[in-house]
């Protein structure tokens, strides 16, 4: 049973930053490719970023050249580090592992809030 738990949301101004950390429990989380997602209210949950299992990266447009998303397998923790923060990046923010032969696991979620 693979475990996640955010850490590292709140209340920023506009053009700040913040860290996000996604601590893993479990088995092969070396093996799992990582994702931030994001929810804002009313509207669907959406991928922000996502790291493979061997490191390549991706980003939806609207955070690229802002956000980087890494993981240290050794402390089984993925980050996010989120620069130039907007109004629009307020969030309920979701740490998602996922391998098709292993399944899918989510965190409970940490809130991001900018405020403007």
């Known amino acids: 049973q693979v475990q996640l738990v955010e850490s590292g949301g709140g209340l920023v101004q506009s053009g700040g930053s913040l860290r996000l950390s996604c601590a893993a429990s479990?088995?092969?989380?070396?093996?799992?490719?990582m994702a931030w997602y994001r929810q804002a209210p009313g509207q669907q949950r959406e991928l922000v970023a996502s790291?493979?299992?061997?490191?390549?990266?991706n980003y939806v447009d609207v955070v690229k050249g802002r956000f980087t998303i890494s993981r240290d397998n050794a402390k089984k923790t993925v980050y996010l580090q989120m620069n130039s923060l907007k109004p629009e990046d307020t969030a309920v923010y979701y740490c998602?592992?996922?391998?098709?032969?292993?399944?899918?696991?989510w965190g409970q979620g940490t809130q991001v809030t900018v405020s403007s």
């Open positions: 998602n592992a996922n391998r098709v032969t292993l399944g899918t696991h």
């Open positions: 479990g088995r092969f989380l070396s093996l799992y490719n």
């Open positions: 790291i493979t299992s061997g490191g390549d990266t």
